[in-house]
């Protein structure tokens, strides 16, 4: 593995300790009918910051909706970035940065927040982002930056620091989000297997009202059926009809499955004891919260595409 080396002076974790970096938690929503929804960032891998997003309504998803994006930040006793001893010249300007990269979708950008001067005033700025439906895909990484955003006039003792416009010069923190099969309430899962269906479902839990949804149930789209076409958003081909219907086809199958097992769908019903995330959480949560009439059949088929037909 090359190590990073850098021939001008960098952020490091000197300088991190004096400077007075503070932000609010990364808030997520997404807007519909004009109002925002607040979607929950639940932490899965402690150790990398990494989460994934959650719509407890069981709406929002990153194809159908865009994806918001607020945080704040502070910052003070910055002057320590500034000089013989910083990172930049005494009269240069630094930026502050959101960069975020998006390797599924292979789209990457970069989001300015605010400048930084050499000054004794604090800073407080405002992050408020959109990004656009079908936009972000997979594992999105937002990294915090400190940026040369305007080249200073070197002093005698300068000549060592950064004076190149963009020149990166630090990040801040990284925060990594996961969207599609392992973020959304409905985990679909993009699959390449010639000769096989357009789509199927596997239910692969053991205990429902312990296993995580997420990780027990997969919707799966076969990229390498004929009739993909219909279901690539990038297609102009694309029928967002024949995407509710098997949406709905397959939360039918689960829930016809669970319903199969009397000793669990006593408790589903009922709603008690259930593990958070878990596949029982979430079928009464469909039933109790979105109203889905499961009491037959015919009932559970009518509501549940009743439910995708309003779904704008």
């Given at each position: ?68 994006l607020r ?87 300068e000549g ?29 899962y993009e ?122």
């Open positions: 593995m090359a190590a990073n080396f850098s021939l001008f002076p960098v952020i490091n974790d000197e300088l991190l300790g004096k400077l007075r970096y503070q932000t609010s938690p990364y808030e997520l929503y997404y807007i519909r009918n004009d109002q925002e929804y607040i979607l929950r960032a639940e932490e899965i891998e402690s150790s990398v910051t990494v989460h994934k997003v959650i719509d407890d309504e069981g709406i929002w998803s990153p194809d159908d909706y865009s994806l918001c945080r704040r930040y502070s910052i003070r006793t910055y002057q320590c970035l500034f000089g013989e001893k910083g990172i930049a010249c005494k009269n240069a300007i630094l930026g502050l940065a959101l960069v975020w990269t998006s390797s599924d979708s292979k789209q990457r950008g970069v989001i300015p927040i605010g400048d930084i001067e050499n000054s004794s005033r604090d800073l407080e700025f405002l992050l408020n982002r959109e990004f656009a439906k079908a936009q972000l895909r997979g594992a999105v990484e937002f990294s915090t930056v400190i940026y040369l955003k305007s080249a200073g006039t070197p002093l005698w003792d060592h620091l950064a004076n190149d416009y963009g020149c990166l010069l630090g990040e801040l923190d990284k925060f990594i989000i996961k969207l599609d099969g392992d973020g959304s309430v409905f985990p679909m699959i390449n297997e010639p000769g096989q269906p357009l789509w199927y479902v596997k239910c692969e839990w053991d205990d429902p009202t312990y296993d995580q949804f997420s990780e027990s149930v997969s919707i799966n789209i076969n990229t390498a059926h004929k009739n993909y076409k219909y279901l690539d958003k990038t297609k102009r081909t694309y029928n967002d009809h024949l995407l509710k219907e098997i949406m709905s086809s397959a939360l039918i199958l689960i829930i016809t499955k669970l319903k199969e097992q009397n000793n669990y769908w006593d408790a589903t019903t009922i709603g008690e004891e259930l593990q958070r995330g878990s596949v029982s959480e979430a079928i009464y949560y469909f039933i109790n919260s979105l109203e889905w009439d499961v009491s037959s059949p015919e009932g559970m088929s009518l509501s549940i595409r009743k439910f995708f037909d309003q779904r704008t």
